[in-house]
T-cell receptor, first 111, second 115 residues
Framework: DADVTQTPRNRITKTGKRIMLECSQT?????MYWYRQDPGLGLRLIYY???????NKGEISDGYSVSRQAQAKFSLSLESAIPNQTALYFC??????????FGPGTRLTVT | GESVGLHLPTLSVQEGDNSIINCAYS??????FIWYKQESGKGPQFIID?????DKRQGQRVTVLLNKTVKHLSLQIAATQPGDSAVYFC??????????????FGKGTKLSVIP
């Protein structure tokens, strides 16, 4: 079984809809991250959490919110989706070590 | 090569040859660097890392070189195989000293292996 799972893997939604992307991990890591990936722009950090009570904004947090429901779960919400949020979204986890382990990604299309 | 901030370059290599992927980083305070491999339809996968107190680190068929003087990082892949075809990202981590740090990713280099 995968250490980091993301649901859904693909989602098409309309402008203005609320969307939640979910991430679960079985690695026992305290730290979790959400990134978005756009062609030619690499990975950009949206939010990160170092433990259940810790939430931090990343480089591009506007238009997004997160919830750390448990050590193993970190969800990303788009309160009112817009077309320029169409992207590939990745969840990642890490321990105190710096290496981050990534999930398989969620491809989100906002029409 | 790639820089944290440039277009996605492409490198084509003959199977069996060695590959060298370059990365320039801008933050001299960065103390940890990682190379990731991303295959089509998958998430990035860790390849190798290096800390700023090292110049070179070797893994299985891969070597990372760090030149702090010119802020340059490279990934060398020996005897490149078709399975090495992917996009490769470098990432740098600046430890702010407050226990909070973030990885900053480059935009990636696409490696294509010619059979």
């Amino acid at each position: 079984d995968a250490d980091v799972t993301q649901t859904p893997r693909n989602r098409i939604t309309k402008t203005g809809k609320r969307i939640m992307l979910e991430c679960s991990q079985t690695k026992g890591h305290d730290r979790m991250y959400w990134y978005r990936q756009d062609p030619g722009l690499g990975l950009r950090l949206i939010y990160y959490s170092f433990d259940v009570k810790d939430i931090n904004k990343g480089e591009i947090s506007d238009g997004y919110s997160v919830s750390r429901q448990a050590q193993a779960k970190f969800s990303l919400s788009l309160e009112s989706a817009i077309p320029n949020q169409t992207a590939l979204y990745f969840c990642a986890t890490s321990d105190l070590e710096d290496e981050q382990y990534f999930g398989p990604g969620t491809r989100l299309t906002v029409t | 090569g790639e820089s944290v901030g440039l277009h996605l370059p492409t490198l084509s290599v003959q199977e069996g040859d060695n590959s060298i992927i370059n990365c320039a980083y801008s933050n001299s305070a960065s103390d940890y660097f990682i190379w990731y491999k991303q295959e089509s339809g998958k998430g990035p996968q860790f390849i190798i890392d290096i800390r700023s107190n090292m110049d070179k680190r070797q893994g299985q068929r891969v070597t990372v070189l760090l030149n702090k003087t010119v802020k340059h990082l490279s990934l060398q892949i020996a005897a490149t195989q078709p399975g090495d075809s992917a996009v490769y990202f470098c990432a740098e981590n600046m430890n702010s000293g407050a226990g909070s740090y973030q990885l900053t990713f480059g935009k990636g280099t696409k490696l294509s292996v010619i059979p």
